[in-house]
């Protein structure tokens, strides 16, 4: 029996290759997933020890709660969101080799950190000329070094975001070499997302 045989030009080749959807692959690099995972999982354990001990002291953490400004808070939120955003369009900038661009949407992220970091210590220095400290109450305990520990991932994020900053202005990254901005943006991207289940846990939820 004969079989008919099938040839494929170079050029369909070409265009089948072309047509072919791209391979999976994870953006950034691979240790910082694991320090994302790691980073979540110790947020994980904050945040159940404080579910756990509002359970048991309902009263206090409401009528303390209702003391937080929940303005701020919002204002903060929507800081975060608007960084992560940025950094979103710095990424796409990079990627489309406008590196200039890639620049400006990273110092327009870094502003928005930097307007987080302020008001935070607004309310921080509110807080402790109310004398709120960590010993005062479970609350304030757990108020403190959860928003505390945020603040210190905010400060590192804006480091990162610096340094991205620069090697953006410098053309660094392109299509072809995504790795260190796609890493720096995860990271920044790990800490709003910790913020956006910190806020309402803390100064929205009764």
């Known amino acids: 029996m004969e079989?008919?045989?099938?040839t494929v030009s170079p050029a369909s080749a070409s265009a089948v290759a072309a047509a072919a959807p791209a391979a999976p692959r994870l953006a950034g690099d691979l240790?910082?997933?694991f320090f994302i995972l790691a980073e979540l999982l110790a947020f994980g354990v904050f945040f159940a020890a404080y579910a756990f001990t509002r359970a048991g002291n309902l009263e206090l953490f409401n009528a303390e709660q209702q003391a937080l400004n929940r303005?701020?808070?919002v204002l903060?939120?929507?800081l975060l969101l608007t960084a992560s955003y940025f950094v979103v369009r710095a990424v796409q900038a990079a990627e489309r080799a406008a590196p200039a661009q890639s620049a400006r949407w990273l110092l327009a992220a870094i502003g928005c950190g930097l307007g987080f970091i302020a008001v935070k210590l607004t309310e921080y220095s509110a807080a402790f000329d109310h004398g709120v400290?960590?010993?005062s109450s479970p609350f304030h305990m757990f108020y403190l070094s959860l928003t505390f520990f945020h603040f210190m991932h905010v400060i590192l994020g804006l480091v990162i975001l610096a340094a991205l900053w620069n090697?953006?202005?410098k053309g660094r990254y392109h299509a072809g070499d995504m790795n260190g901005m796609e890493t720096g943006a995860a990271y920044w991207h790990m800490v709003d997302l910790v913020w956006l289940i910190l806020f309402p846990l803390v100064y929205v939820i009764h």
């Open 76 to 78: 903060n939120t929507v």
């Open 31 to 33: 240790a910082i997933w």
């Open 3 to 6: 079989h008919a045989r099938i």
């Open 71 to 73: 303005s701020a808070g």
């Open 133 to 135: 400290s960590l010993s």
């Open 167 to 169: 090697g953006a202005r």
